[in-house]
Nanobody
């Protein structure tokens, strides 16, 4: 059974930083594309950042470019999202997802396995 588990969310003031982590079990992590998505109340789910299985290709939404950094450690089955210069508009539930195919951008419908999410709240 595949499990995807996020951690690292919390509450931070604007300008602060958080580091999200995502671990998986039940799949061969190093062969899966991974991504972070977020959804704020009343808004559609947004693809934040996604990465190919090797880590060689990374996509960022325009809203987070230059502030967020996505990386993966295939030896530790872990995905990281370093979030700097956080803004109140970054407040959302953040979800980690996995799929065998990397489409080049973050489209949620392309991802098969999802975690339960971790809440990020940025106060002004």
């Amino acid at each position: 059974q595949v499990q995807v588990v996020e951690s690292g969310g919390g509450m931070v003031q604007a300008g602060g930083s958080l580091r999200l982590s995502c671990t998986t079990s039940g799949l061969t992590f190093g062969t899966y594309a991974m991504g972070w998505f977020r959804q704020a109340p009343g808004k559609e789910r947004e693809g934040v950042s996604c990465i190919s299985w090797s880590g060689g290709i990374t996509y960022y939404a325009d809203s987070v470019k230059g502030r967020f950094t996505l990386s993966r450690d295939n030896a530790k089955n872990t995905l990281f999202l370093q979030m700097n210069s956080l803004k109140p508009e970054d407040t959302a539930m953040y979800y980690c997802a996995a799929d065998l195919v990397f489409g080049g951008v973050c489209r949620g419908y392309e991802y098969t396995y999802w975690g339960q999410g971790t809440q990020v709240t940025v106060s002004s």
